[in-house]
C-alpha cells in the first residue's frame, strides 16, 4: 500500500514563496515517477509538474515553468514543489500523485494510482 501526504501549503501574497513536500510511505517510491498537480474552485485538476523516478527528467505546464521546481530524495520518500513568484492564479489545493512502475511521469491525472489528500495554497493580491 502507498501512502502520500502533502504538507507546506498556507497563505502567501503575490509574488512571495511557498515550498511543498509530499512523504510517501511504500517500498516502490523509488520506482515511481511522481507529479504534482492542482484544483481550483469549479476547475479540473489540471498538471503541475512531474519527475522521473530517478530524478533526472523533469516536465512543467507552461504556467508555472520558471516559477516552480520539482525535485525529489528517494533516500527520503519524498517529493518537493518550490513555488517562486506565485501569483493569484495559481490558488488552489495541491496534490501529489504516483505512477508506480514508470520512469517518467505522465500529464494526466487518471494515468496516477496514488493521490494525497491535498494542501491549500491561497495567494493574495
Known amino acids: 500500500q502507498v501512502q502520500l501526504a502533502e504538507s507546506g501549503g498556507g497563505l502567501v501574497q503575490a509574488g512571495g514563496s511557498l515550498r511543498l513536500s509530499c512523504a510517501v510511505s511504500?517500498?516502490?517510491?523509488?520506482?515511481?515517477?511522481m507529479g504534482w498537480f492542482r484544483q481550483a474552485p469549479g476547475k479540473e485538476r489540471e498538471f503541475v509538474a512531474t519527475?522521473?523516478?530517478?530524478?533526472?527528467?523533469?516536465d512543467y505546464a507552461d504556467s508555472v515553468k520558471g516559477r516552480f521546481t520539482i525535485s525529489r530524495d528517494n533516500a527520503k520518500n519524498t517529493v518537493t514543489l518550490q513555488m517562486n513568484r506565485l501569483k493569484p492564479e495559481d490558488t488552489a489545493v495541491y496534490y501529489c500523485?504516483?505512477?508506480?512502475?514508470?520512469?517518467?511521469?505522465?500529464?494526466?491525472?487518471?494515468?496516477?494510482?496514488?493521490w494525497g489528500q491535498g494542501t491549500q495554497v491561497t495567494v493574495s493580491s
Open positions: 500523485a504516483a505512477q508506480r512502475f514508470r520512469a517518467y511521469g505522465s500529464r494526466i491525472p487518471n494515468d496516477y494510482e496514488y
Open positions: 511504500g517500498r516502490t517510491f523509488s520506482s515511481s515517477a
Open positions: 519527475i522521473s523516478w530517478g530524478g533526472g527528467s523533469t
